[in-house]
Structure formats: C-alpha cells, structure tokens
Nanobody, 123 residues
C-alpha cells in the first residue's frame, strides 16, 4: 500500500500550489482521503478531507483558501492551495481511512499515510 504525495515546493506568500496524492497497492473504494500537515515543532494538523462520494471537510486554517478534490478513477486526491501564507509552511501528508469521522478527530486513528511533501511559503 502506497500513498505518494507530490507537488510541494517553494512559493511566495500569496501564491498557489497544487498537491497530488496517488494511491496504489490496494483499492481505496469507499475510503475517505485527507491531507494533514506538520510544521516544525508542532503537532500534525488536519487540513482537509473528502469522502468517496465527494463530501468535503476543512480545518480552520484551510477554509476559504484550500480546495480538496479527488479522481476516483485515478485513485488520486488533490489539494489546491491558494493565497498561501508563511504559516502554511509545513510537510503535507496524504492519508486514507474508511471513516471520515476518524480522520476529522485527528491523525492518531488514521489507517494509511503517505511520506509527505514539503511546502515552503516565503514572505
């Protein structure tokens, strides 16, 4: 089972990035997919989640600026990040779990994790 995140990089404040996460090694039919992030010396934080049917949920830091989407045929989830701020700097992790409720409670109970991609926002 593999969740491969990509699309991170260095961007100036106010810019945009699109993260992708491709799932392979098993079927994720029915699974919720999500993005978390972890800044240096901080706990891993919920960013956004999307159910198999397309229902979306966002953490407070992402509301109004980030959009999560998925392509079930490609086993891929995306995170479009706009109006980026320096405080968005973190390693962004892709995650998957049968339950979006589990995901929204936080990272502890989530079944599958990708390795993360670094997003750096300069001021």
């Amino acid at each position: 089972v593999q969740l491969q995140a990509s699309g991170g990089g260095l961007v100036q404040a106010g810019g945009s990035l699109r993260l992708s996460c491709a799932a392979s090694g098993r079927t994720f039919v029915g699974y919720a997919m999500a993005w978390f992030r972890q800044a240096p010396e901080k706990e891993r934080e919920f960013v956004a989640a999307i159910t198999w049917g397309g229902g979306t949920y966002y953490g407070d830091s992402a509301k109004g600026r980030f959009t999560i989407s998925r392509d079930n045929a490609k086993n891929t989830v995306y995170l479009q990040m706009n109006s980026l701020k320096p405080e968005d700097t973190a390693v962004y992790y892709c995650a998957a779990d049968p339950s979006v409720t589990i995901i929204r409670y936080g990272p502890a109970g989530v079944d599958y994790w990708g390795k993360g991609t670094l997003v750096t926002v300069s001021s």
